[in-house]
């Protein structure tokens, strides 16, 4: 089987040929090959999953977890410099290669071990050039390494980039990239539990996180609060959205289960839901893209603006 540029139009809900010529230039130069899994294979996959839910090795999120993330970053720093600023030494190390993954509420088993990153940067290149391509600057809250800044920098060149992220590591490693390769990027340090609302967004500017506020769980109020004073033009957050999965189907059951054990991100789709219900907010588009990793579906997207 092999996922191609159809595939990926039936899932933005477009037609083929309005598929920016970037993401479909991504599609072609990946490969998006998989196997169907036979019964025995994919009840195997089942019980170790549930196995793993069922274990101590899940962790809680939460601000705890905050020198567990910069001794992440600081090993990803290490590497960059020491690789003397290789971009590709960017990528974070929780995309896993060479595991199964899930596809259309199934497990299935790619060919290609950079599946799952291949899959996350066509959909990356859709919703940046779709919401960001008329901003002049874009703030990725939770940047990590800055590497989602980095591609959409490399699409958009116009774009001020700024990254925030709790990890002093992180911050330096954003900062060395912009310095290193022409970039106009810059990083802050930035706590999702305490937000700097004194922290200025330029007008005209772009928010967005990537697989971060999950960290959050419940505790999101207090940072949607500070964009809605902030006042960006609009933001977008790919992340994994509880509400969206069908508890009815087992391959989403699992995903439910292993998202509340690890207390991921809760409540975002109701609190946004009630400021549209208000006026306060309108919400552009919400979307789960059916596809994840082994536990659970990160690569869920909902845009909204203050109004």
């Known amino acids: 089987m092999n996922l191609t540029a159809d595939d990926f139009a039936r899932l933005f809900e477009v037609a083929v040929d309005d598929l920016p010529l970037e993401c479909r230039a991504l599609i072609d130069n990946s490969d998006f090959n998989y196997e169907l899994l036979t019964t025995a294979s994919r009840d195997e996959i089942i019980l170790d999953v549930l196995r793993h839910i ?5 962790t809680k999120v939460g601000a705890q977890r905050s020198q567990l993330w910069e001794r992440c970053w600081s090993e990803n720093l290490q590497s960059f410099v020491s690789s003397e600023f290789e971009l590709e030494k960017l990528v974070p190390k929780f995309i896993k290669p060479g595991q199964p993954i899930r596809l259309n509420q199934q497990y299935v088993m790619p060919r290609n071990d950079l599946f799952e990153l291949c899959f996350f940067q066509v959909c990356r290149a859709y919703f940046g050039l779709k919401y960001f391509s008329d901003v002049k600057s874009l703030y990725e809250f939770g940047c990590g390494t800055g590497f989602n800044l980095v591609a959409l920098g490399k699409l958009m060149p116009h ?3 700024h990254g925030l992220d709790w990890s002093p590591s992180a911050c330096e490693m954003v900062n060395l990239v912009g310095k ?3 970039l106009h990027m810059t990083a802050t340090r930035f706590d999702f539990f305490a937000p700097d609302n004194k922290m200025p967004v330029a007008p005209d500017s772009a928010v967005m996180t990537m697989v971060a506020l999950e960290q959050t769980g419940a505790r999101h109020e207090a940072f949607i609060d500070s964009l809605l004073a902030k006042r960006p033009k609009i933001c977008l957050h790919m992340e994994p959205l509880l509400d969206l999965y069908d508890e009815n189907n087992l391959i989403d059951y699992l995903a439910m289960r292993y998202h509340q054990k690890r207390g991921y991100l809760s409540g975002l789709l109701p609190r946004l839901k009630e400021l ?3 006026g306060e907010i309108e919400i552009l588009e919400t979307r789960r893209m059916f596809f994840g990793s082994l536990y659970h579906e990160g690569y869920s997207f909902v845009v909204w603006r203050p109004l």
């Open 159 to 161: 774009l001020q980039l």
């Open 276 to 278: 549209a219900v208000s």
């Open 180 to 182: 290193h390769h022409d």
């Open 54 to 58: 069922d274990s101590e090795a899940p």
